[in-house]
């Protein structure tokens, strides 16, 4: 190379390809928006053939737009992975694009039907359904994707949860309570899925800009708002970790990059919840 040649170009055009993504199937569930679809992007780049999936239609077609429109090897895939036949029904989609194989599962679908909330002002029905929406949309396309992955070999799986769930945070007992529940099934499920070399892993998230959840929480005055502004002024770097940045991490757990890491779940929270906030 010439001395003082101007390699920015090489380098934008490499930085966001993660090596060993090519031409590997994935899909990411609750890949439409936020860190799904930051998820998305960077397989997207790094040569994957990727399904986003979501519930709904319109926010789907916006996604793919997103990823680059009319490329052949961008998908949506429509659907709730609440629904167990949902979640296998898109999982197939998704597979049938590698002839059966699914090298790749981002586990990120999986919205409560609200934020956080004091345990004592919830309603019995509010505690149940919390555990389903949380859990559930996480798990049920893990379950449904075995054969696919196996398959594949050598495939990985990416939950994602939350850093409620190793420090607790003030409204949100059952969001921690859940998410701890996808620790655990992350560590479980990687000595499982280790018989046919398949490694699982889990993102464990705090508050993260460029999200829809970011959007809702600083867009009215409720509780969450007032929680999660107090937690914006604890951030050791002066600001919350974006999707993007989410997204980095997600694409190398999921790479040959990580052929080592299994049953982990790395935290990306800016430091935050170094002993607590
Ligand atoms: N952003 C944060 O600050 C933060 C912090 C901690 C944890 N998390 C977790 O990280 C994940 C992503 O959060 P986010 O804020 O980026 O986005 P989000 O609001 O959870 O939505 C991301 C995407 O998931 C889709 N989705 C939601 N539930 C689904 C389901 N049951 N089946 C299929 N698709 C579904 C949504 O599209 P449709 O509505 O069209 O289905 C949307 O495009 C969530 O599980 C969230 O709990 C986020």
Redesign the pocket.
Known sequence: MTKGADTTHESAATHDRIPGLEDRNALV?????????EIARKLVASGATVTV????AA??AA?LAALGGASNSVFFSE????DYETAARVVADAASRGGGRLDVLVS?????PSGPKPFHEMTPRELEDGFA??VL??IFPVHAAVPALRAAGGGAVLL?????ARHPTPGEAI?GATGAAVILLTKALAREFSRWNTRVNALA????SG????D??FSAQTFENRLFSKALTRFPFGR?PT?EEVARVAAFLVSPQASQVTGQTVSVNGGLSFGGW
């Open positions: 569930t609750g890949g439409t928006g936020g860190i799904g679809l999936n979501g519930r709904n926010r789907g996604a659907g709730n992975v609440r990120a679908g999986a919205e409560g929406a949380r949309p996480r994602i949860t939350t850093d409620a969001i998230l705090t508050l993260t999200t829809p959840s970011w809702r929480i919350a999707a």
